[in-house]
């Protein structure tokens, strides 16, 4: 068995600065739409990515691969989410077998209402806080990880 690429002073640091960064930041994020709207993020995004397609639906697959949950994840998180009245569950006509995932008015206004918080919660956690240099950076950086993770 080959030893391990250790990493170094300067990429640990990294990395750890990666992890507290991401934990910071969401969390500041989660708790500011709990607080303002009674959601967490992952119910936020879920209600997003619904209320920007056409007819707010999305089959349930296709929401998974744009949420980056597995599918089962996924229906447990709708469940919780119908249970409250924010999105409901119908089948697909075309085949029988697929499932849209559809936005409610109790969703849609949910949505509404927290976006506007939602964005200064985002903006005072991240964005105001970075240069637009920053900001530029960061985000090449974060595509060549998205690039890197799609292709494996």
């Known amino acids: 068995m080959s030893e ?20 910071t930041v969401m969390g500041n994020i989660e708790a500011e739409l709990k607080a303002d709207s009674g959601i967490g993020f992952d119910d936020y995004e879920v209600l997003v990515h619904l209320s920007e397609t056409d007819g707010h ?8 691969d744009r949420l980056l949950h597995s599918r089962s994840r996924l229906s447990q998180r709708i ?14 006509p075309e085949d ?21 918080q939602h964005v200064e919660a985002v903006r005072a956690a991240l964005v105001d806080r970075l240069s637009p240099q920053q900001l530029r950076t960061g985000q090449e950086m974060l595509d060549v990880l998205i690039e890197s993770t799609d292709d494996q």
Request: aromatic share 10%; with cysteine.
């Open 4 to 23: 391990p690429n250790w990493l170094n002073d300067e990429e640990l640091a990294f990395w750890r600065s990666f992890i507290a960064a991401n934990y």
């Open 57 to 64: 639906r999305l089959r349930m697959s296709d929401l998974s």
């Open 79 to 92: 469940d919780r989410m119908m249970a409250r009245g924010l999105v409901r569950r119908e089948k697909c």
């Open 96 to 116: 029988g077998r697929g499932t849209f995932a559809v936005l409610t008015d109790e969703g849609l206004t949910t949505i509404e209402s927290a976006a506007p």
